[in-house]
């Protein structure tokens, strides 16, 4: 079950955000941050649902 949320999330991340169109940058990416943010979004929004 925490596979599927953490892919769940990540697939969020990466659709939600654009962020395949972002050049990535190693130095500002903080892995918690972005799953933090993107669980407070997942849960803030009722009309999301993974």
């Known amino acids: 079950m925490a ?9 969020t991340l990466y659709t939600a955000e654009n962020i395949q169109d972002e ?5 500002d990416f903080h892995l918690g941050d972005e799953l933090l943010g993107a669980v407070d979004d997942t849960w803030q929004k009722p009309e999301r649902h993974l």
């Open 3 to 11: 596979k599927e949320v953490v892919v769940g999330t990540l697939n």
């Open 23 to 27: 050049a990535f940058n190693p130095a």
